[in-house]
């Protein structure tokens, strides 16, 4: 399917990406600061973050408007009632 959902689920899906694998994986050495720590976890949960929210923005088949399905074939103008 060719949505915003569906391009959050791969990134998501990505271990690189995944909130909770990156998470999981952060350790220090005992000679390193909290602070240290705790900013260098929250620099590796931005950074991945950042990366889904990017592949979760892209437009499905590049338009700024409704009408397309999830093959970007166009289905009409959408009707709405004022």
């Not at 689920?9 to 694998?21: D, K, R």
């Amino acid at each position: 399917m060719n949505s915003h959902y569906q391009n959050y689920v791969t990134a998501q899906n990505n271990a690189v990406y995944n909130l909770g694998v990156v998470g999981e994986a952060e350790t220090g050495p005992p000679s390193q600061s909290q602070a240290a720590f705790e900013s260098k976890v929250n620099n590796d949960l931005t950074t991945a973050a950042n990366t889904i929210k990017t592949d979760f923005s892209v437009e499905p088949c590049n338009q700024a408007y409704a009408g397309y399905d999830a093959t970007c074939t166009f289905q009409g103008y959408v009707n709405y009632t004022f």
